[in-house]
């Protein structure tokens, strides 16, 4: 008997997972974050087949949007990085003045405490 109620449970305990409601699809990035440029490189390439490169002008041409394609991207994502750089600087030098002036803070009043026993 023993199996069968282990066996109902862990049916019963799979049909829970499933019945929970779905996770709401995120939002673009662009638009979960202001002040972040889109990422708008056009026009992307899109593969011909075979059969419709006829030519070497026709490959050329492939080849050239690609690569244009490639140099927007790679622009994009060496901005990005190097604003994310940025802005890890910026709470890094944020974070090392508050524990500037938390430690003087504490220092200060650990000289205030001595002062005070002193007198």
């Given at each position: 008997?023993?199996?069968?109620?282990?066996?109902?449970a862990l049916a019963l305990g799979s049909l829970?997972?499933?019945a929970q409601a779905p996770a709401p699809e995120a939002a673009p990035a662009a638009a979960a974050?202001?002040?972040?440029?889109?990422?708008?490189?056009?026009?992307?390439?899109?593969?011909?087949?075979?059969d419709n490169i006829?030519?070497?002008a026709d490959l050329d041409k492939l080849k050239a949007t690609v690569k244009k394609y490639q140099d927007c991207v790679?622009?994009?994502v060496t901005e990005r990085n190097a604003t994310s750089k940025a802005h890890t600087e910026a709470g890094n030098a944020a974070v090392r003045e508050h524990?500037?002036?938390m430690k003087k803070f504490v220092d200060d009043q650990e000289a205030a405490k001595k002062a005070q026993e002193g007198k």
């Open positions: 008997m023993k199996p069968i109620l282990l066996a109902t829970a997972a499933f974050t202001p002040g972040i440029p889109p990422f708008q490189c056009d026009p992307k390439p899109v593969y011909p087949g075979i006829k030519s070497e790679k622009a994009y524990n500037a002036v």
